[in-house]
């Protein structure tokens, strides 16, 4: 068994609301039918803020499961992003802890947060 991160495992968790997944189609996807649905509802009004390149590295970060929802933070949304030198981010609706967002950018990171998040925000 290769060991992983604790929280970048292959998951089979719905990356948005943590419930346990069953079906083959939603492990794919890595949501639930209903937290699918109101990703790709936020997805309109997400693609407003960002440019046509941070959507797709967003979408790509959710794909790869490289983002996920943190359970343990009792207050707020948290995220925990996996960068690709195996740093780790956290991102909140409100800001991100990446080199880019410290600059003052709107990293894609903020932007896969609003998509996991838009419904419950
Ligand atoms: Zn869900
Ligand atoms: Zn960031």
Do not use: W
């Not at 189609?25 to 890595?30: F, Q, R, T, V, Y």
């Not at 209903?34 to 803020?49: D, H, P, T």
């Not at 343990?72 to 996996?82: E, R």
């Amino acid at each position: 068994m290769p060991t992983t991160p604790e929280l970048c495992p292959p998951t089979v968790r719905c990356i948005r609301c943590g419930r346990k997944l069953t079906s083959r189609k939603s492990i794919a996807d890595g949501f639930g039918r209903e937290c699918g649905r109101k990703v790709r509802a936020s997805l309109v009004a997400v693609e407003q803020n960002y440019s046509r390149m941070q959507i797709v590295k967003a979408l790509d970060l959710i794909a790869a499961r490289r983002i996920e929802r943190d359970h343990a933070a009792t207050v707020g949304l948290f995220y925990v992003v996996c960068g690709s030198n195996a740093s780790k981010y956290y991102a909140t609706p409100r800001g991100c802890t990446c080199k880019a967002a410290e600059h003052g950018r709107r990293c894609y990171h903020l932007a896969a947060v609003e998509m996991l998040s838009g419904a419950m925000l």
